[in-house]
């Protein structure tokens, strides 16, 4: 595995690897590398001839109170792991290499980056969907791979991908998760034993609501009540949202009449979490 | 000439003639074809194995009281005047294929797309630049041809191009103009036999002001003054801006110290045209 750190140097060596026909296959991330990320890479790696990953922490994705400065960050781990699995490229930009000034330029990402993470993180989505497509124009990838652990950001980059002609695939890898069930995440470190406990009640409360569904519960409303009185019961968490969407479109679903999205967002302490099931509708 | 209705059998040509290896050149246009189009074909057809004009009247950059319903279609003309220059694909997308569903994603372009014809025309630059960014996803050409007498337009395009890191050079062409002076346009058959006489004041004015700065003016706003006096006493024109800016941030200048951009939107009756001149500042 190579460590590229401009993008220049990568533009370079795809090229070359473009023109032979090999096909180039993308996982973006921002370190702090666990299961969930290099399960991402195993299979990035098994469908394409080769794969880069980017590790970057960017900053335009975080608001000012946010945990930018303290954010995980682990290089030499992150190589070990990733040159375990055989990646090909990992490429290490400096802030000066992805932002050489302030943009003036951004992309903007309409009502489905405005709600629930959206909301609680203004501009959240905006500097999420502006990096990524930087690093799109970059590594010109055919396929890049993305977990569905950040369900809404899945939904803004599909969204962007198709509202601008972007000639790549998207592919959504399923969460991984710890034993006890909590969605593998790198802010989990920031936990105390005590919220680490806590926190398996986001995935024990989501599977509670696909079970709700499964018996044929159909009014949103009430399943959204149940699975915050269970958060709130079964643990120190304040609640940043609960709620049902449409897959794609994310819109809030009242009555569930077909496959769902319950997606969360809590707090334990300072640590915001974020999880969410998908729910198959069936006999519709 | 092969005139293509869909981004899929453009893209479907273009992969096959990518793999062989040959370089592809991409002219944006709106249509209604006169010299100025032409030129840029032609010299895309020169430094390209293979040229590539789009062709789409783009609603999203027409304000609402503005001529799209009006503007100039001659799709006949335009084929062949294409393709007596050796085009080899006319892109000829419908309303449908370009915005199969309304827009969540846009480009937002800050600043630099907010001022001059940005501030008459609100929303141009964003519509301007999210289907430009649109288009070359699909066409994914080396080099885009764009053309000097939309200043704005190209300083907008270069910045998103370089901002989002977009895989792309950018050519820019001289201003076509008639044998009296008047920039080419499309727009100029609005004009009325008087108006059309009338115009003839904007690149007279846009002379004066760069022989101004030859001959040693410095300040900005004595120019800008000549300028829009000559221009009202010399027709029926009522002035949207005149201005004088930094050629590639399109930041105004006052005191003149480097090459500038001089600037200018007239509006004869109801035709609002356009027109610049780079003026060189030597003795730096």
Redesign the interface.
């Known amino acids: 595995m190579k460590v590229i750190k401009t ?1 220049k140097a990568l ?1 370079g060596k795809l090229a070359f690897l473009r ?1 032979q ?1 090999k096909s180039i296959g993308f996982v973006p991330t921002m370190g702090a590398f666990h299961e969930g990320h290099v399960s991402l890479m195993r299979r990035c790696v098994k469908e394409n001839d080769i794969t880069v990953v980017s590790l970057f922490v960017n900053p335009l994705q975080f608001g000012p109170r946010e945990d930018l400065a303290r954010y995980p960050r682990n290089l030499k781990r992150d190589i070990e792991m990733a040159s375990a699995v055989n990646v090909d490229f990992l490429f290490v930009p400096s802030l000066q290499e992805i932002y050489p000034e302030p ?10 980056g405005n709600i629930l993470c959206g909301a609680s993180r203004p501009g959240h989505f ?1 500097g999420v ?2 990096v990524v ?2 690093l799109l ?2 590594v ?1 990838p055919c396929v890049i791979y993305l977990g569905q652990k950040d369900a809404q950001q899945v939904a803004v980059i599909k ?2 991908i198709f ?5 790549v695939s998207v592919v959504i890898c399923p969460t991984s998760r710890e034993a006890d069930g909590l969605a593998m995440s790198s802010r989990n470190i920031y936990l105390s034993p005590t919220e680490r406990r806590d926190a398996v009640v986001l995935n024990k409360a989501l599977r509670m609501g696909a079970r709700l569904i499964a018996f044929g519960e159909r009014d949103g409303g009430k399943i959204i009540s149940k699975i915050k009185k269970l958060i709130l019961e079964g643990s120190s968490a304040s609640i940043d949202y609960v709620s049902i969407v449409e897959i794609s479109g994310f819109a809030p679903v009242r009555r569930i009449s077909k496959d769902v999205l319950i997606v969360i967002a809590v707090k334990f302490g300072t640590t915001r979490l974020i999880d969410n099931v998908i729910v198959k509708v069936h006999g519709k």
């Open positions: 993008n533009r023109s026909g943009l003036s330029t951004f992309v903007q990402v309409g009502k489905i905006q969907a502006t497509l930087k124009n970059i010109q969204r962007m509202d601008l002609n972007i000639p």
